[in-house]
């Protein structure tokens, strides 16, 4: 099987599920006695792509063009189809980042294909690539197949595939080569302009050892100072899913999961979260998760190893009575 | 500014799941509007205040979607349009969107919305779809939305915090991201109001389509745990001092 992975840089800068992305590529290549390609797309972009030939590829495509210096959706579909069609791969991979959401559907579509986007995993069912991707928000997995002539397009979840294991090349360098595109400036309808953050956050979740995190279960804003007072005890610091953050009820800044921040405390304790998909990317590298929810079935507990069943209003209490007495 | 925003019905949030090959069996379970897709037509209702226009809901699937377009109109959506489709949940997104389009092309409009994303299946590639079918100019995850002059200014989310103006002409596609405004309850008077609006209901069948499935799910299953939960037990005073105690000797993190 004949895998492309279009790897995704911002300003020069890799997006990291980039490389995870690879990482499945290499493990699909190895099941399926396949190759794997690479391509880099921008506008002066050739250093990045160097850096991918030292990786254990086939080949790195370079696609460059003045176009292509600011990402919009126009100007990657229309390019990466001329090199998709040029390469015949059978597989296109993409990482699941905001960037691939918002076109490679399109890219998929205009080459009569589907894509199979945001999959944690794949099997090999005797020759027949099984995809596995989460639904219902993470309370159900699905086996995903493609039907119909290849190419055919998944992307990955951030996190579902790790990038130390990443092999290196194993003669030194792959061939980089230039990939041709041609654009024209009127192929491209919406116009980039600039990036921004919103106003500096002051507090810093990704440094805080201890992370008290909320979701729909605190039911009501009044009802957060119970989790406040939990975390002051633990000494850590309060966050949220973003329902909680869209109400309102806590600051944009303490919203951890894909539209908010990543997070790796030493102890992650969730309290009343479910674990949307959306959220569990954000902190399911933490050391320890402990989960409160009432319902058994939340998926917070596949990634939790503590878990406690029951009622938030009664635990929250309860926890910081005990912290507090133990610490004298 | 007439916008049509795209809705789905899904199973409610708390709705117990019990599997069924590769969907759920529906018979017992509650629906109701995908939460993203709510966002999308609060959206809707705003630009129609500001700019004038009308505003159409657009659904696709069995009949029991009816109300969810009720819903919609009770906010203060013009109209409805229901496609019939009772195997709405065998389609792929690529076949949803090809549906979607056809009924889209023939109405008058100058922006189409969807949500983020659905809340059962969540593949979120429809209005990313749509704009490449109807081959309108789109952007996703949008968190405002400026009309001046014909044109938008909108802003849109990246990841980690960082945002993005873009410039994007009219017609357009625009998937919304939620949190995007407050969404409104409907009001007595809406829910009344309602009752006068239009749902056109169209067959899928008689759209002519042809949807040549792209991918298949297979199955769905819950998922197999990687880690392995200690669960504690108690009164919530013992559970408490039980975690309290192996926090602090077994991982030794307070």
Same mark, same amino acid.
């Given at each position: 099987?004949?895998?492309? +992975? /279009?790897?995704?840089?911002?300003?020069?800068?890799?997006?990291?599920?980039?490389?995870?992305?690879?990482?499945?590529?290499?493990?699909?290549?190895?099941? #399926?006695?396949?190759?794997?390609?690479?391509?880099?797309?921008?506008?002066?972009?050739?250093?990045?792509?160097? !850096?991918?030939?030292?990786?254990?590829?086939?080949?790195?495509? =370079? +696609?460059?063009?003045? @176009?292509?210096?600011?990402? %919009?959706?126009?100007?990657?579909? #229309?390019?990466?189809?001329?090199?998709?069609?040029?390469?015949?791969?059978?597989?296109?991979?993409?990482?699941?980042?905001? $960037?691939?959401?918002?076109?490679?559907?399109?890219?998929?579509?205009?080459?009569?294909?589907?894509?199979?986007?945001?999959?944690?995993?794949?099997?090999?069912?005797?020759?027949?690539?099984?995809?596995?991707?989460?639904?219902?928000?993470?309370?159900?997995?699905?086996?995903?197949?493609?039907?119909?002539?290849?190419?055919?397009?998944?992307?990955?979840?951030?996190?579902?595939?790790?990038?130390?294991?990443? #092999?290196?090349?194993?003669?030194?360098?792959?061939?980089?080569?230039?990939?041709?595109?041609?654009?024209?400036?009127?192929?491209?309808?919406?116009?980039? &302009?600039?990036?921004?953050?919103?106003?500096?956050?002051?507090?810093?979740?990704?440094?805080?050892?201890?992370?008290?995190?909320?979701?729909?279960?605190?039911?009501?804003?009044?009802?957060?100072?119970?989790?406040?007072?939990?975390?002051?005890? =633990?000494?850590?610091?309060?966050?949220?899913?973003?329902?909680?953050?869209?109400?309102?009820?806590?600051?944009?800044?303490?919203?951890?999961?894909?539209?908010?921040? %990543? +997070?790796?405390?030493?102890?992650?304790?969730? @309290?009343?979260?479910?674990?949307?998909?959306?959220?569990?990317?954000?902190?399911?590298?933490?050391?320890?998760?402990?989960? +409160?929810?009432?319902?058994?079935?939340?998926?917070?507990?596949?990634?939790?190893?503590?878990?406690?069943?029951?009622?938030?209003? !009664?635990?929250?209490?309860?926890? %910081?009575?005990?912290?507090?007495?133990?610490?004298? | 500014?007439?916008?049509?925003?795209?809705?789905?019905?899904?199973?409610?949030?708390?709705?117990?799941?019990?599997?069924?090959?590769?969907? /759920?069996?529906?018979?017992?379970?509650?629906?109701?509007?995908?939460?993203?897709?709510?966002?999308?037509?609060? !959206?809707?209702?705003?630009?129609?205040?500001?700019?004038?226009?009308?505003?159409?809901?657009?659904?696709?699937?069995?009949?029991?979607?009816?109300?969810?377009?009720?819903?919609?109109?009770?906010?203060?959506?013009?109209?409805?349009?229901?496609?019939?489709?009772?195997?709405?949940?065998? =389609?792929?997104?690529?076949?949803?969107?090809?549906?979607?389009?056809?009924?889209?092309?023939?109405?008058?409009?100058?922006?189409?919305?969807?949500?983020?994303?659905?809340?059962?299946?969540?593949?979120?590639?429809?209005?990313?779809?749509?704009?490449? &079918?109807?081959?309108?100019?789109?952007?996703?995850?949008?968190?405002?939305?400026?009309?001046?002059?014909?044109?938008?200014?909108?802003?849109?989310?990246?990841?980690?915090?960082?945002?993005?103006?873009? !410039?994007?002409?009219?017609?357009?596609? @625009?998937?919304?991201?939620?949190?995007?405004?407050?969404?409104?309850?409907?009001?007595?008077?809406?829910?009344?109001?309602?009752?006068?609006? $239009?749902?056109?209901?169209?067959?899928?069948?008689?759209?002519?389509?042809?949807?040549?499935? #792209?991918?298949?799910?297979?199955?769905?299953?819950?998922?197999?745990? %990687?880690?392995?939960?200690?669960?504690?037990?108690?009164?919530?005073?013992?559970?408490?001092?039980?975690?309290?105690?192996?926090?602090?000797?077994?991982?030794?993190?307070?």
């Amino acid at each position: 099987m004949k895998i492309l +992975v /279009i790897a995704e840089q911002r300003q020069g800068k890799w997006n990291n599920t980039s490389f995870e992305t690879l990482v499945a590529a290499q493990q699909i290549a190895a099941a #399926t006695s396949g190759t794997v390609s690479a391509a880099v797309v921008g506008k002066s972009v050739a250093a990045l792509a160097e !850096e991918l030939a030292t990786k254990d590829v086939a080949e790195v495509l =370079l +696609v460059e063009h003045e @176009l292509l210096e600011s990402y %919009t959706p126009d100007g990657y579909c #229309t390019g990466l189809k001329q090199v998709i069609e040029a390469a015949t791969p059978d597989l296109v991979l993409f990482p699941h980042t905001y $960037q691939v959401r918002d076109f490679a559907p399109t890219l998929a579509a205009m080459l009569g294909k589907g894509m199979v986007g945001d999959c944690v995993g794949f099997r090999n069912e005797g020759g027949k690539l099984v995809f596995v991707r989460q639904m219902f928000q993470g309370k159900t997995a699905a086996d995903v197949t493609f039907t119909g002539a290849a190419p055919w397009f998944a992307s990955f979840q951030s996190g579902a595939f790790r990038a130390d294991l990443l #092999t290196a090349h194993r003669s030194g360098k792959a061939p980089v080569n230039a990939a041709k595109v041609e654009l024209k400036a009127e192929d491209i309808r919406t116009k980039p &302009l600039e990036m921004f953050q919103e106003a500096k956050s002051a507090v810093d979740l990704t440094q805080a050892p201890v992370i008290v995190a909320i979701g729909r279960g605190i039911k009501a804003a009044e009802n957060i100072v119970q989790a406040e007072a939990l975390a002051k005890a =633990l000494g850590g610091e309060i966050a949220a899913t973003r329902p909680i953050c869209d109400e309102g009820w806590l600051p944009l800044e303490r919203q951890i999961g894909s539209s908010g921040q %990543t +997070v790796a405390p030493k102890l992650y304790l969730a @309290l009343g979260i479910s674990g949307a998909i959306q959220h569990v990317v954000g902190m399911k590298g933490s050391r320890t998760i402990v989960a +409160v929810n009432k319902d058994q079935h939340a998926p917070i507990f596949e990634i939790a190893d503590y878990g406690i069943v029951a009622d938030i209003f !009664e635990v929250m209490p309860a926890l %910081t009575a005990e912290l507090q007495k133990t610490k004298g | 500014m007439d916008t049509i925003v795209c809705i789905k019905q899904v199973p409610a949030k708390d709705a117990p799941l019990a599997i069924a090959g590769n969907w /759920i069996n529906e018979s017992d379970i509650g629906f109701e509007m995908n939460e993203p897709d709510s966002y999308a037509l609060e !959206e809707a209702l705003q630009l129609k205040e500001k700019h004038g226009g009308k505003v159409v809901a657009l659904s696709l699937g069995p009949e029991c979607v009816k109300p969810t377009i009720h819903e919609a109109l009770a906010k203060g959506a013009d109209r409805g349009i229901h496609i019939a489709d009772d195997h709405f949940a065998q =389609l792929d997104p690529l076949g949803a969107a090809k549906v979607l389009a056809a009924v889209i092309a023939k109405e008058k409009y100058d922006l189409v919305l969807t949500g983020l994303q659905s809340d059962d299946r969540g593949f979120g590639q429809t209005g990313v779809l749509l704009a490449g &079918l109807l081959n309108l100019p789109h952007a996703t995850i949008i968190m405002q939305i400026d009309v001046q002059d014909g044109e938008m200014k909108l802003k849109r989310e990246l990841e980690a915090g960082w945002f993005q103006w873009i !410039e994007c002409p009219l017609p357009a596609v @625009l998937s919304i991201q939620s949190g995007i405004n407050k969404v409104r309850y409907a009001t007595m008077r809406g829910i009344i109001a309602a009752k006068k609006k $239009q749902i056109l209901t169209v067959a899928k069948e008689s759209l002519g389509v042809t949807v040549e499935p #792209t991918q298949k799910i297979e199955k769905i299953y819950v998922p197999t745990k %990687t880690k392995k939960t200690e669960f504690l037990t108690g009164t919530p005073k013992e559970m408490a001092a039980k975690l309290v105690q192996k926090l602090k000797v077994e991982r030794r993190v307070i």
